[in-house]
T-cell receptor, first 112, second 114 residues
């Protein structure tokens, strides 16, 4: 099967940097994705790592180490609007193409 | 470009009833996936449709069924509703033939089973 572990909650202040870690177990690996979900909203795609290393998209960066089955999402210059749940996800290769297995999510609270 | 839409936004049913949820894919996408999200949890994969055929299924019983139509819109049907079926149901569309894994989610349908 596939499983992902991430912290349940993280709190940080405006302007700070926060790192959300994710470790995964999967029988076949096709990359690690990150999604953001505000309360009452839909998950929205943030970032994808198919190979080891860092991917940067504006204030958000994501890192992957396939040998360690580990990745993280880095959020810089935190803003109040970044308060949301963040999910790491791997492609579920057992049940079909392009379907995702999600972690339980990390709730980020940004304080003034 | 039109995003993913879902209807209804909220629904209340009683145990044993049946429900149909609807989803319109993003323009140009040929694949739709359905997910169930319980409160405080990540979305769980129910099944996926590609060109009107089921293209993979998660760990959900047969009373969860679906359809995809020629215009790539989709339905999720749940029979014999149970209390544990109360959740947010999300559909996500994607373009299977593209190189990306990105899925575009709709706003979801909040189902409450009493």
């Amino acid at each position: 099967g596939q499983s992902l572990e991430q912290p349940s909650e993280v709190t940080a202040v405006e302007g700070a940097i926060v790192q959300i870690n994710c470790t995964y177990q999967t029988s076949g690996f096709y990359g690690l994705s990150w999604y953001q979900q505000h309360d009452g909203g839909a998950p929205t795609f943030l970032s994808y790592n198919g190979l080891d290393g860092l991917e940067e998209t504006g204030r958000f960066s994501s890192f992957l180490s396939r040998s360690d089955s580990y990745g993280y999402l880095l959020l810089q210059e935190l803003q109040m609007k970044d308060s949301a749940s963040y999910f790491c996800a791997v492609r579920d290769n057992k049940t079909g193409r392009r379907a995702l297995t999600f972690g339980s999510g990390t709730r980020l609270q940004v304080q003034p | 470009e039109t995003g993913v839409t879902q209807s209804p936004t909220h629904l209340i049913k009683t145990r044993g009833q049946q429900v149909t949820l609807r989803c319109s894919s993003q323009s140009g996408h040929n694949t739709v996936s359905w997910y169930q999200q319980a409160l405080g949890q990540g979305p769980q994969f129910i099944f996926q449709y590609y060109r009107e055929e089921e293209n993979g299924r998660g760990n959900f019983p047969p009373r969860f069924s679906g359809l995809q139509f020629p215009n790539y819109s989709s339905e999720l049907n749940v029979n014999a509703l149970e209390l544990d079926d109360s959740a947010l149901y999300l559909c996500a569309s994607s373009q299977l033939t593209s190189g990306a894994d990105t899925q575009y989610f709709g706003p979801g349908t909040r189902l409450t089973v009493l």
